[in-house]
């Protein structure tokens, strides 16, 4: 089971445009209400390009 997918890209902004456009013709918001369950998820590329995505969540009390 996925829990979560992550694509690289050079060009962020042409690239969120895009998927901002495509899923938001599809009827799926980018924040999602997960109630008392909190998802953390952070996406970075170091000076070279290298990826790192760090996940987490917070189930709620």
Sequence with gaps: ???HIVVGTND???SASFFDATFGALGI???RDMGENKF???YRRD???SKLCAFTINVGE
């Design 47 to 49: 000076p070279v390009g």
């Design 29 to 31: 918001p980018g924040n």
């Design 1 to 3: 089971m996925f829990t």
């Design 40 to 42: 953390y998820g952070a």
């Design 12 to 14: 962020p902004e042409a």
